[in-house]
């Protein structure tokens, strides 16, 4: 597949800290706010994207086979890189170990049934800007990395929609890569710091 290639480009502002927390919990405070505010372009939606997927808290909803992961990150006011936005809505989708998404479609939840929707999901951050989510490790389809599909949303911020990029360190976009942590059970994505910006 190669979703992305198929739709331009959508440049957005921010953005994910440059450099990585090392383990999950470490937000900007640990980081200058310069370092936190360095710019990162967003990434395309892709034609998956499905609006109002419910809220879950486990995206591999029917149990598919594969590696378990458990996502987790934080969401920050890119104006006051100290303050977390709580209530942010995150809005995930991913393929499963085999590359396919659940459905290959785009639309709204209420155009499909049920039953077709998996490894999508809605994320609501905690009063904190945390937020957390078990799924499955993607599969990578060429050329591309795993990767997995945000949409960031809340009230008074510009929307952000950008994709993270999982073990794998492509040299032209080292600041939306990052490790997951195998030594974890399960095995933990610790997403960058997600900086969105107001209105
Ligand atoms: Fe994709």
Redesign the pocket.
Known sequence: MT??SRNPARRRFLTFAASLPAAFGLGAGSASAEQAMIPTAGDME?P?YISNVPVVTNMNRFGKKGEVMRIAGRVMNAASPETPVAGAKLELWQ?DGSGRYYPEAKGDYSDFRDAEMDLRGTIIADANGYFEVLSLFPREYWP?PP?I?YRISADGFRTLIT?HYLDTRPRDRPHRTANVLRDQTPALFPAPTIYIEPV
Do not use: P, S
């Open positions: 979703d992305e892709g998956f393929t591309r990767h599909h994709q």
